[in-house]
């Protein structure tokens, strides 16, 4: 039998500005991938990692971040990003509301000032670290 393996949100990308890291990717899985930047796998290892756990995958570690972290200034140091989904309830033509995930972006700040049973609330997913390539050089 062979065991099938959840790869989606398991990616990274880059532009000009930024690095895009998705958020089912483990800390310790960012330590070995070669895909990602040097500079951001250094982050990790030096400022990341002490504060939390190996096991974790970037989307825990986001959505239980506490606001008065020594991380979250980290984080607000490379200007980072965070791309969530969200039920939300919409209106159709006829009237009628249905609920349906909408696409945020959050900073670090306001992910962090949300408690995690509002966040629960909100049906929160965490999909995608958004982190600056010039604020990265300033670490």
Do not use: C, W
Not at 9 to 16: F, G, I, R
Not at 70 to 92: G, H, M, P, S
Not at 110 to 130: D, N, W
């Amino acid at each position: 039998m062979n065991k099938t393996v959840y790869e989606d949100h398991k990616y990274s990308m880059q532009d000009v500005s930024s690095l895009y890291v998705g958020a089912k990717y483990t800390l310790g899985e960012l330590m070995a991938a070669e895909d990602i930047t040097f500079k951001f796998r250094l982050i990790v290892e030096r400022y990341i990692l002490p504060k939390a756990d190996v096991e974790d995958t970037l989307e825990t570690h986001l959505y239980y971040l506490e606001s008065d972290s020594f991380l979250v200034q980290i984080y607000k140091q490379l200007k980072a990003r965070i791309k969530v989904n969200v039920i939300e309830d919409k209106r159709t033509i006829t009237g009628k509301t249905k609920r349906e995930y909408t696409t945020q972006t959050y900073t670090i700040e306001q992910l962090t000032a949300m408690p995690p049973a509002e966040k629960e609330k909100k049906g929160l997913v965490v999909q995608e670290l958004k982190v600056s390539k010039l604020a990265m050089l300033s670490l």
